[in-house]
């Protein structure tokens, strides 16, 4: 079955610190992969995304994060954590194509200490 | 500047009334979803829209409805038949080769 594991429900990291939140999917193809992020009652926004070709893709504010075929991971990283990106983050992955359905992770809470 | 705009961004129902979230999008987009949103479960499909007067339902379908009039428009009923509808509900687009979602600010609706 299709799915998304983000296995951290909760992550808390002091301000300066370096953060990765994992994600890792089951798909029966290389699909689509996508990380938004959601501030408090608000829509989600992409942070970036990883269709094809290198597979350390860099994103807006900062972030990257890296496909690894052979973990099924598309784990997201950022060197220096800044208290305003404490939000919830979602891994998604989407069908190259065909369906229009895509999956989404159950999301990863970043608590940002001062 | 081209985006999606949801309303009412909070509405209160009553048990065993309809309520309707209007989805609005000016970027052109074929595609467009419904997602609800509750805490610790992610994001779950309730219906989607490849092109005007078509739209498939989702995983969570049953309780709602959708209409697909207009390339620009995509509301969602959310009816008296859905058992739980407090939620907080995100409406989505795509356009064609593009693959990423661009959502709206959501609407929160609390039945009481």
């Known amino acids: 079955a299709q799915s998304v594991t983000q296995p951290d429900i909760h992550i808390t990291v002091s301000e300066g610190a370096s953060l990765e939140l994992r994600c890792n999917y089951s798909?029966?193809?290389?699909?689509?992969l996508f990380w938004y992020v959601q501030s408090p009652g608000q829509g989600l926004q992409l942070l970036l995304k990883y269709f094809s070709g290198d597979t350390l893709v860099q994103g807006i504010k900062g972030f990257e994060a890296e496909f690894k075929r052979s973990q099924s991971s598309f784990n997201l990283r950022k060197p220096s954590v800044h208290w305003s990106d404490a939000a919830e983050y979602f891994c998604?992955?989407?069908?190259?194509?065909?369906?229009?359905?895509?999956?989404f992770g159950t999301g990863t809470r970043l608590k940002v200490l001062a | 500047d081209g985006g999606i705009t949801q309303s009412p961004k909070y509405l209160f129902r009553k048990e065993g009334q309809n309520v309707t979230l209007s989805c609005e999008q000016n970027l052109n987009h074929d595609a467009m979803y419904w997602y609800r949103q509750d805490p610790g479960q992610g994001l779950r499909l309730i219906y989607y829209s490849q092109i005007v007067n078509d739209f498939q339902k989702g995983d969570i379908a049953e309780g709602y409805s959708v209409s697909r009039e207009k390339k620009e428009s995509f509301p969602l009923t959310v009816t008296s038949a859905q058992k739980n509808p407090t939620a907080f509900y995100l409406c989505?687009?795509?356009?064609?080769?593009?693959?990423?979602?661009?959502f709206g600010e959501g609407s929160r609706l609390t039945v009481l």
């Open positions: 998604a992955v989407g069908a190259t194509s065909g369906t229009y359905k895509y999956i």
């Open positions: 798909y029966g193809a290389t699909p689509y």
């Open positions: 989505a687009s795509s356009g064609r080769g593009t693959g990423e979602l661009f």
